[in-house]
């Protein structure tokens, strides 16, 4: 039977605390320490945050309404917590999703990254679960794509591409389609035998790119582009570690890139990873820190689901198929999801600074040759 009122519930946690509690309790985060905030947040009960409305399928003019819901865990709680609480508080979150008449419900950031990536969720609860990873893969290796366009400096076949963790579900992922459509990926970690085992399985068939496994940062000097998605949990790429005329797509949230290289490093260019428009007048009814209209791409992976009714587990676990990812980009863009203008730090990138870093990327590459 089809489902007339389809409905989704996203689930989004505690990402920097302090910004966190500002945006819902001022006061609270002006008095709280943060290390109350971490310990805090474990003995709050989940919460619906709003109502979501106003998404609009371009192709099929069908519009579809959700919720935001919070598990409120910071990161350094869900590290910190056993594996067990950090399921049990997640499943709980997942029932009030249940409650309120949701068909599925899609797990945001670490919620997604934590333990199996979603499998145990899933199994305990009695809608189907998404981590939207695919669809976060397809917008990243999009975006960076688009950059390389407007850098006009390498051909985005020519590109060499450095991926830090690349051992993850949406790292490994991203290699596996980057290593169809450049020249070279370098896979960056922190487990040697466990980079040499992604390289191996993306070398099963023949492959455009030539593949290179590397613990040392450092060797993001090598790379024009730079995809990062870890789970650390703190900045770990420094200004130090990168080349003129770089451009850096972080995903991971928290950042993974030190807001130091904004700063002190004008010849880089540090994008937001994973962020697209939703189609059709949509209203979150709460800041969770985007321009308004825009989502990130594991909350949209969710919403093309509902819209193609496709109530299903779609992303689980840490095996991303690449054939998932191209299916969910064509999905998406049928619906009339885009990618959003490419920021930086929450800001479009302004033509000066596309100047700025196309020039030191042509000098680099001329000192190159
Ligand atoms: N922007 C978006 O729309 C969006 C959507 C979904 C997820 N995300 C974010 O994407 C990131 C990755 O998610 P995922 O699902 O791929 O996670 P995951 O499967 O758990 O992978 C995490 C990766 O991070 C590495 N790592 C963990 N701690 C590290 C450290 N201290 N230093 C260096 N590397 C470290 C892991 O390496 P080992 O293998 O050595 O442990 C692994 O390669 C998360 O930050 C998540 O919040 C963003």
Not at 139 to 157: D, F, K, S, T
Not at 159 to 172: L, M, S, W
Not at 213 to 242: K, M
Request: with cysteine.
């Amino acid at each position: 039977m089809r489902i007339s009122d389809p409905r989704f519930a996203f689930i989004i946690h505690p990402i920097e605390p302090r910004e966190d509690v500002r945006r819902r309790y001022p006061w609270l985060a002006r008095v709280l320490p943060e290390g109350w905030i971490h310990f805090f947040s474990g003995l709050w009960p989940p919460l619906k945050l709003s109502d979501i409305e106003g998404i609009e399928s371009r192709s099929t003019g069908e519009r579809i309404r959700g919720w935001l819901l919070a598990c409120p865990l910071t990161p350094q709680r869900m590290r910190t917590s056993r594996l067990e609480f950090v399921y049990r508080k997640i499943i709980q979150t997942g029932r009030l999703a249940e409650r309120l008449g949701a068909h599925i419900v899609g797990l945001g950031a670490w919620t997604a990254a934590i333990g199996d990536a979603g499998e145990t969720v899933a199994r305990a609860l009695d809608i189907p679960v998404t981590t939207g990873d695919s669809y976060t893969v397809a917008v990243a290796v999009a975006q960076l794509q688009r950059a390389a366009q407007l850098l006009e400096v390498v051909p985005w076949e020519g590109a060499t591409v450095a991926v830090v963790g690349a051992t993850g579900a949406i790292g490994r992922a991203a290699a596996d389609v980057l290593a169809d459509q450049v020249e070279r990926v370098l896979l960056i970690g922190r487990r040697a035998r466990g980079l040499q085992r992604v390289a191996d399985e993306l070398q099963t068939r023949p492959r455009r790119a030539t593949i290179e496994v590397t613990t040392d940062l450092q060797r993001l000097e090598e790379a024009p582009f730079v995809l990062s998605a870890t789970t650390a949990g703190r900045a770990i790429i420094h200004p130090r570690h990168l080349r003129p005329g770089s451009v850096v797509l972080d995903v991971a949230l928290p950042r993974d890139v030190s807001r130091q290289v904004s700063r002190r490093r004008d010849d880089v260019l540090v994008l937001d990873g994973g962020i697209v428009r939703v189609p059709g007048p949509v209203d979150f009814h709460f800041n969770f820190g985007l321009p308004r209209g825009l989502a990130y791409a594991c909350m949209a992976e969710t919403m093309i689901l509902t819209l193609e009714r496709r109530f299903e587990c779609y992303t689980i676990g840490r095996r991303i198929s690449t054939d998932k990812v191209r299916e969910i980009a064509r999905l998406g863009a049928y619906h009339g999801f885009e990618l959003a203008p490419l920021m930086s730090l929450g800001r479009r990138v302004r033509s000066l600074q596309w100047e700025r870093v196309r020039h030191a990327a042509r000098q680099a590459l001329a000192q190159r040759m």
